[in-house]
C-alpha cells in the first residue's frame, strides 16, 4: 500500500502549480484549467484520506464518505466549467481575446 505522504506531496504539487497558474497566466482559459487543476488535488486528497479511514476501519461504510464527496465536487466543477466557458466564449465574441486585463472594462 502506498504511504499517505506520497498523496499529500503530489496533491500539494499540484496545487502549488494550479495556484501559480492562476497567479501568474493572464488567459482566462488557462486560468480555468488552473482552477480545475487544484479542485482536482483536493479530490485526489479527499479519496486518500477516504481511503486510508477504510482501511483502519475494515469491514464497514467507513471510506465511502470522501469518495461521495468527490463526486459532488466534480459535479460542481463541470457545472463552473460549462458556465465560465460559456461567458468566456460570449466575452471573446464581443472582444475578440481572452485576456484578463481587459476584464476591467466591465465594471463600467
Known sequence: MIPISYYLFLSLTLFT???IGVM???N???????VELMLNSVNL??????????A????TDAGIDGQMLVL?????????????LSIIILYYRKKYNV??????????
Open 17 to 19: 502549480i494550479g495556484m
Open 99 to 108: 485576456d484578463v486585463r481587459s476584464l476591467n472594462r466591465l465594471k463600467h
Open 45 to 54: 486528497l479527499l479519496v486518500a484520506f477516504s481511503k486510508m479511514h477504510q
Open 24 to 26: 501568474t497566466r493572464r
Open 28 to 34: 482566462i482559459i488557462i486560468i480555468l484549467m488552473c
Open 72 to 84: 459532488f465536487i466534480m459535479v460542481v466543477a463541470a457545472a463552473e466549467v460549462a458556465v465560465g
Open 56 to 59: 483502519k476501519n475494515l469491514g
